[in-house]
């Protein structure tokens, strides 16, 4: 694929990123309540400061913020987002299956399910797979893609520090040969590091295709979304297919993709478009569309 395609990819994503930063400026998750005391509140200022407490009035553009020991006066137009919880319920403006984000389209981010979380995906009616948190830093799943390949997989670790998540994975195929009989294989191992939270975020992952036939790849997968509204998030990601075999680089396959995802309750929608490609073919790219449905059934939902 001709390099400016990569660049005009690039340039529009981060101009996706730019564009939400614009978007949540001032941003009040939930109602905020002056004389409920079960209220606290989290408080993003514009130079990335975070303060927790709670905010006792807002006259103007002066907000009263109390907290532990003191209460502090600061202009409302430095307020980049204000998180609103209370004892009950959590994030009260954020619905439940906005805490979290375990996999892009297709690819994982470093996130993962908390104990007692699962979920059932279909992408495109041909692949069925459900996911189950057994720990908050350990899932498992199980999957079928039609016609006749099966797939488990597992995955490890969460988050290791505020809006930083670290995760390790490993994904099995088999399938029979329609005339011998034989049943051939494939594991996926991968690393995936996500900086952010469910307003935006970013991640990459590392990864490496080993097949029963000697066929072995290495992948690199990229994207990260960004949330316009309670319910619509604009998604993007990219995979990097590498020639391993005969080493030549205008043979690597790349394949980019933009799209969006819709949340309700505790159903989730994602549709976009993949641009298939290698370096070799300039301007000449296949359009894939992307269709996926996912139904959560655990007591925290991960979407």
Same mark, same amino acid.
């Given at each position: 694929?001709?390099?400016?395609?990569?660049?005009?990819?690039?340039?529009?994503?981060?101009?996706?990123?730019?564009?939400?930063?614009?978007?949540?400026?001032?941003?009040?998750?939930?109602?905020?309540?002056?004389?409920?005391?079960?209220?606290?509140?989290?408080?993003?200022?514009?130079?990335?400061?975070?303060?927790?407490?709670?905010?006792?009035?807002?006259?103007?553009?002066?907000?009263?913020?109390?907290?532990?020991?003191?209460?502090?006066?600061?202009?409302?137009?430095?307020?980049?987002?204000?998180?609103?919880?209370?004892?009950?319920?959590?994030?009260?403006?954020?619905?439940?299956?906005?805490?979290?984000?375990?996999?892009?389209?297709?690819?994982?981010?470093?996130?993962?399910?908390?104990?007692?979380?699962?979920?059932?995906?279909?992408?495109?009616?041909?692949?069925?797979?459900?996911?189950?948190?057994?720990?908050?830093?350990?899932?498992?799943?199980?999957?079928?893609?039609?016609?006749?390949? %099966?797939?488990?997989?597992?995955?490890?670790?969460?988050?290791? =520090?505020? !809006? &930083?998540? /670290?995760?390790? *994975?490993?994904?099995? +195929?088999?399938?029979?040969?329609?005339?011998?009989?034989?049943?051939?294989?494939?594991?996926?191992?991968?690393?995936?590091?996500?900086?952010?939270?469910?307003?935006?975020?970013?991640?990459?992952?590392?990864?490496?295709?080993?097949?029963?036939?000697?066929?072995?790849?290495?992948?690199?997968?990229?994207?990260?979304?960004?949330?316009?509204?309670?319910?619509?998030?604009?998604?993007?990601?990219?995979?990097?297919?590498?020639?391993?075999?005969?080493?030549?680089?205008?043979?690597? %396959?790349?394949?980019?993709?933009?799209?969006?995802?819709?949340? =309700?309750? !505790? &159903?989730? /929608?994602?549709? *976009?478009?993949?641009? +298939?490609?290698?370096?070799?073919?300039?301007?000449?790219?296949?359009?894939?569309?992307?269709?996926?449905?996912?139904?959560?059934?655990?007591?925290?939902?991960?979407?």
């Amino acid at each position: 694929m001709n390099p400016k395609i990569i660049l005009r990819f690039l340039a529009v994503f981060l101009f996706f990123i730019s564009l939400g930063s614009e978007l949540y400026s001032q941003r009040i998750n939930g109602e905020i309540s002056f004389i409920d005391t079960t209220q606290l509140h989290h408080v993003y200022t514009e130079d990335g400061t975070k303060l927790i407490g709670r905010i006792v009035a807002i006259e103007g553009d002066k907000v009263s913020f109390a907290l532990s020991s003191d209460t502090i006066n600061f202009p409302f137009s430095k307020v980049e987002r204000v998180d609103v919880l209370n004892k009950e319920r959590g994030k009260a403006g954020r619905p439940e299956y906005l805490k979290g984000y375990q996999k892009l389209f297709v690819g994982p981010t470093g996130m993962n399910l908390k104990k007692g979380d699962y979920h059932y995906e279909t992408i495109w009616g041909g692949y069925h797979f459900v996911d189950f948190g057994v720990h908050d830093y350990v899932s498992v799943g199980a999957g079928y893609l039609l016609p006749f390949v %099966v797939v488990v997989k597992a995955k490890f670790g969460g988050e290791i =520090k505020e !809006n &930083f998540h /670290l995760s390790a *994975g490993v994904q099995g +195929l088999a399938w029979p040969t329609l005339f011998s009989g034989e049943v051939l294989g494939g594991l996926y191992s991968h690393l995936s590091a996500t900086y952010g939270n469910t307003e935006k975020q970013f991640t990459v992952t590392g990864g490496y295709v080993a097949g029963s036939n000697g066929f072995s790849m290495p992948v690199v997968n990229f994207g990260g979304f960004i949330r316009m509204n309670d319910h619509v998030a604009i998604l993007s990601e990219a995979f990097l297919f590498f020639d391993s075999i005969n080493n030549e680089i205008d043979q690597t %396959v790349i394949a980019p993709s933009i799209g969006a995802r819709f949340n =309700k309750r !505790n &159903f989730r /929608l994602d549709g *976009g478009m993949f641009f +298939l490609g290698n370096a070799a073919d300039g301007l000449s790219v296949l359009p894939l569309p992307f269709l996926s449905v996912a139904v959560h059934f655990g007591p925290k939902n991960p979407f």
